[in-house]
Each structure stands twice: as C-alpha cells, then as structure tokens.
C-alpha cells in the first residue's frame, strides 16, 4: 500500500520512543527495518522522532533500512530526494516543519535536512518472498501490509521478523493488527495498549 502520510499511528511510534529506545540506545548502532515503508513518510517520521530524543552524534548511529515492494519504481527517488509537496506535509507539528524541512522558494515543496535523510536508505523488496534484507536489526516496524496478507503468509512473515532481530530486539506492528496464535510464543508484549513487542528467544 502505498497511502500513508506524515506522523500517521504517531501513538505506536511514541511507544517505540518511550519503551524500545532507551534499550536500543545502549548499542553501538541501531539497525531499524521499516518494511512497507511506501513513499517515505512513516520511517522520516520515525527518524525524525529519534533525533528529537538523542543528541546529534548519537542519532548518526541510527540506520533506517526502508523496503517496499513498490510496483511504481519511484519510492527509490522519492525518498532518497527526500522532497514532498507541501500537502504531505500539512500534518507535521509546525516546530517539526520548520526544524527539519527546508521549503522552496515557492513554498510548494520541502526537502528533510539532510542529517535526517542520511538515517534512512531504500530498497525494493517483497516481504512474500520470506528473505530479510539483512539481519540482527534492533527494530523491525510493519504496519499497514500484514492485514493485506492470508493468515498463513502473516505467520511466515512474522518468523521471518523473528529471525531477523537481535536478541531482544522489538517489532513493532498496526494498532488493529495482533499477533497470530502460531507466534505469540516467539514475543513478549512491552505494553498493553500497543503493538509492541520484544522478541523471545534466538
């Protein structure tokens, strides 16, 4: 799906914020998988989230792989360019437009500084085909896709996330979806009014 806008689900993603990274930043580096990322608003918003909680030396740590099937072939660009029109970007906080976006001279586009654009890279893949774009992530974010899948290819997908994290490391899914009955043994719930889970076992 590629419909999804600026600080969308912000309440999974202040989650994230409150209960994932204070443990993810006791790493080196934080390795994050936003898989289904369409045009780029969730992982910049996610990024931009992050900056905002940790200092700028330590937000250079953080890397965003953004993957998307992305039948299009623009996500590539689009997100590397980091250019939005200007009604993308209508729901961010005012304070958050002016401190991470740079308009033209029009005011018709905006461009994410480059500090925030540099956290986060593409690439095309299709989650059905059950191979990870890497591995030991620390933070795997899906929302918005799993709900288009069979129950059976959601259990798959979801033993891949597990598989793909760290030790102890978070995934993190759509308020509406739950985990699958076939995978709850695989996570922990790290809160009860969110999909927020850390994983169990290697």
């Not at 620390?138 to 259990?155: T, W, Y």
């Not at 076939?182 to 790290?190: C, P, Q, R």
């Amino acid at each position: 799906m590629a419909f999804t806008y600026f600080f969308r689900d912000v309440q999974t993603l202040e989650t994230i914020r409150d209960h994932a990274l204070p443990n993810l930043r006791t790493r080196r580096y934080i390795h994050i998988w936003d898989a289904g990322c369409a045009m780029g608003p969730e992982p910049y918003t996610l990024a931009i989230i992050l900056r905002e909680n940790m200092g700028h030396m330590y937000f250079r740590n953080v890397k965003i792989k953004a993957t998307d099937i992305d039948g299009s072939n623009l996500f590539e660009k689009i997100i590397h360019d980091g250019i939005y029109p200007r009604e993308q970007v209508d729901r961010i906080p005012k304070d958050i437009l002016e401190k991470y976006f740079i308009p033209d001279e029009y005011m018709k586009n905006y461009q994410l500084a480059g500090e925030i654009r540099n956290a986060v890279s593409f690439k095309k893949h299709d989650l059905l085909s059950l191979q990870p774009v890497e591995g030991d992530f620390g933070l795997i974010l899906c929302k918005n896709v799993l709900l288009h899948f069979n129950e059976q290819e959601r259990i798959n997908v979801i033993k891949m996330f597990h598989q793909s994290l760290t030790e102890g490391g978070y995934f993190a899914t759509e308020q509406t979806q739950k985990l699958p009955p076939e995978t709850a043994h695989l996570f922990e719930a790290v809160v009860s009014n969110a999909q927020l889970f850390r994983k169990i076992g290697s």
